[in-house]
């Protein structure tokens, strides 16, 4: 299955490998050579996705698991390494579906949930692999952010917030486990053509002229062009990176705040 074995001998865990991004990412990297470990809080959607990956020639097993309970966080990581025998790529896609609100009305368990999930669930993760990562000689953490991470949008703080906390974590990750040749970094996507993104429209065509138009490439994303980046940043292609957040957002960051509509020139 490996196409250019860039992740030959490698073994990866991506966690949300259920879901569109996650499952793109998965793909991916098995492609390259990796065995992967798609690990879901659906265990469906995990099996469908790993199901795929071995009948297209890769290797993979699913694994049920929601991020943010501690005993799973340990039991996945464990199970990667019983399958693969290591564990040298960590890949964090696994996010809480939080409601749109204003702070004076967001529900605080709502609040609570997209913590819980979307940045003590890569803190757990990260606790649990990188022994095993610096058992195995090193390898690669990748942390899946956004771009509203960076400039975030009314009505959504408890995202917004997790995603910020999220790469600053990555940074700090990073300092800290360099001298085991583990490198950490994040991805921060722009607006992702999803069945999560999609569900506030009865067309994918009117997301796409609602969304298209805050970026710059005039477009939203496709989640095989955020594993991309996954990939880049598991694999040697990123070797002298680390503590870095890559923007995969179609210019969404610069038009917002350039406050100019896409194609126009400053």
């Known amino acids: 299955m490996s196409e250019n074995g860039k992740l030959d001998g490698a073994v990866a865990l991506v966690t949300g490998g259920g879901g569109a991004i996650g499952g793109a990412s998965a793909r991916l990297l098995a492609a390259e050579g990796a065995a992967v470990l798609v690990a879901d809080n659906r265990m469906e959607a995990a099996e469908e996705i790993s199901a795929e990956i071995v009948a297209n020639g890769g290797t993979a097993q699913p694994f049920e698991l929601d991020v943010s309970d501690p005993v799973q966080a340990e039991a996945a990581v464990s199970a990667a390494v019983t399958a693969f025998g290591k564990l040298t790529v960590l890949v964090n896609v696994a996010a809480a579906v939080t409601p749109d609100a204003p702070v004076e009305s967001l529900p605080l368990e709502d609040w609570n949930r997209a913590f819980a999930v979307n940045l003590t669930g890569p803190f757990l993760m990260a606790k649990y692999a990188v022994p095993h990562m610096r058992a195995a000689g090193g390898g690669a953490i990748v942390n899946m952010a956004s771009q509203l991470g960076t400039i975030g949008v009314p009505d ?31 991805v921060s996507p722009g607006v992702i053509e999803t069945p999560r993104t999609l569900r506030r429209f009865d067309r994918v065509e009117d997301f796409q002229a609602a969304r298209g138009p805050l970026h710059m490439l005039g477009r939203v994303g496709k989640p095989e062009e955020v594993a991309k980046a996954v990939l880049f940043l598991a694999s040697d292609d990123s070797s002298f990176t680390t503590a870095t957040d890559l923007l995969v957002d179609g210019g969404y960051i610069y038009l917002k705040r350039s406050g100019k509509p896409a194609g126009e020139k400053a």
């Open 156 to 186: 959504r703080s408890a995202y917004c917030s997790t995603k910020a906390a999220l790469i600053h974590m990555t940074t700090i990750l990073a300092a800290e486990v360099a001298a085991d040749n583990i490198r950490v970094n994040s």
